[in-house]
C-alpha cells in the first residue's frame, strides 16, 4: 500500500480536533473505526454518527453508551457482562452500546477479540488500535475502564474515566434516565406506561 492511501486511512480513524474539549453537555467527538466481531454484531465498521447527531442514520438509536477497554484490564473483564446485559435489555428501548479495545500489541487484540467471543458480545467493538479514539476521550493516561454515554443529540450525558466502583451501580440508573424509563417509584406513583420496560438488569 502506497505510503499516502495509508496516511489516509490513519486520518479517517482520527475522531476530533486535537483541541475540542471532550466534557458533559459539549459534542461527543466522533469517529469511525473497524469492528473485531463483524459477524457477532452484525457491522463491520461504526461510525457514531450513525446513531447520534442531526444526520443519524438509526431512527431507533436514543443514546450511546461508549465504553474503553482492554485485555489486560481485570475490571473491564468482570463488567463486560453487564454491559452485554444492558445491551440485551434496552437495546429495543433505543441504547446503543459500542466498545473500544485499546490494545495496541497483536497478542493483546487476540486477546481482547478471544474475549469478546467467549463473553458473547454482540454490541459492536471496535479496534483502536494506534489510540487516537483513547488519546481524544481518555487522554495520555488512558484510564480503564471508562464511559461515556452520548444522547441521540450527540452531546454527551455522563463522563466516569478509570472508576474503580461497580458499573451497575451508577450506569443502570444512567442509562433508563437518558432513554426516559421511569424508576419503579415514578411508574408506581404515576402508573404503568404503555409500550415501556421497567424490567431492572438483574446483577
Known sequence: MRPLAVVV?????VP???DEEVAVG????SFSLRAMNPDASGQSWVALDRFVGDEAEDPGAKAVLLTFFASWCEPCKREMPFLVQLDRTYREQGLRVIGVCIDR???GIDAARKLVAEKKVAYPVLSDRF????RRYLGEKAPLPSVFIIRRDGTIAKIERGYAKDASGFLLAEVRDVLGIRSAKQAAAKGPERGTRSDPVAR
Open 9 to 13: 486511512l490513519l486520518l479517517a480513524a
Open 16 to 18: 476530533a480536533l486535537a
Open 26 to 29: 459539549l459534542p461527543a467527538p
Open 105 to 107: 500489541e497483536e497478542a
Open 131 to 134: 489510540n487516537f479514539l483513547a
